[in-house]
């Protein structure tokens, strides 16, 4: 299999990356089952990319059903390092506007019940998650979305519920009072498992509505989301295709994320279940083997 070194996860909206060459799909099947769809492989700005829409072709996978675990198992198994997920979601303050876009930093988990770990069965291992998102990667991020003329802003806490329903009044209040700034339903638990799977990862959130606190706009609806994203896709594929140049122009670039296990695991190696070994060496076994 071809080694790709820079993933995109597409969200609503973004279910496929224009101007890619000479694509190939590849269809792989990992221990944590199979991933959202084929991932398209191409060539974009002179580099490999591999993309995956997140939901599937067609939107078919509800935010809590996401095979998240095999998206970013295949996404390793490709030999990917740099993730970028592109992300719908609503604004919870006044100053991130519709057609706006937020790199966050900061990332609160409402979710609930998801599968939030590669590890168990026999292995423990617990990772950091103080600061959630690749700060390399979210800088390359800023300036790829600033190079499109898009407005871009760099932080912000994103909270992530488990939907599928959006919130009510009182949830967007509530989290507007936590000092929440932006919400959607899916970068939980994407951001903690490429974190364990040591794949640097951030986030390109694309404002779509003002979520359901605002006095004097509309409560959010899917209508909504997709009527703003659609006036939006161009920028989203430029910010990428600028994303994947800053990238590949900067070949010394390096990021906190690729040793995240380090000082993460607790179990000894001679304890670890067969069948655990195998399913996680392509995470561990450069700990493993040294
Ligand atoms: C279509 S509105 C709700 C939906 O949009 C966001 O999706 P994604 O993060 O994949 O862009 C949000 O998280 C919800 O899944
Ligand atoms: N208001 C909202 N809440 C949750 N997810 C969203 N995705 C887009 N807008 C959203």
Known sequence: MEEVTIGVIGGSGLYQMEGLTD????????????????????????????????????????????????NIYAMKMLGVKWLIAVSACGS???DYAPGHIVIPDGLFDR??????????????????????????????????????????????NFIVIEGPRFST???SHVFRAWGMDIIGMTAVPEAQ???????????????????VWHESEEPVTVEMVIRTLKQNVKHAQEAVRNAVRLLSSQPDLTSPAWDALRDALMTAPEMVPIETRRRLSLLLDKYWKQ
């Not at 398209?40 to 996978?61: D, K, M, N, S, Y």
């Not at 600061?131 to 790829?144: E, I, M």
């Open 193 to 211: 498992l490429a974190r364990e799977a040591e794949i640097a990862y951030a986030v390109m959130a694309h404002v779509t509505d003002y979520d």
């Open 23 to 70: 694509i190939v799909e590849v269809d792989l099947d990992t221990p944590f089952g199979k991933p959202s769809d084929s991932i398209v492989i191409g060539t974009l700005e002179g580099q490999r990319v591999a993309f995956l829409p997140r939901h599937g072709r067609g939107h078919r996978i509800l935010p809590g059903e996401l095979p998240t675990r095999a």
């Open 111 to 156: 979710t609930r019940g998801r599968p939030l770990t590669f590890f168990g069965d026999g292995i423990v291992a617990h990772i950091s998650m103080a600061d959630p998102f690749c700060p390399v990667l979210s800088d390359v991020l800023y300036k790829a979305v600033k190079e499109t003329g898009a407005t871009v802003h760099k932080g912000g």
């Open 169 to 171: 009044r009182t949830e």
């Open 92 to 94: 919870l303050r006044a």
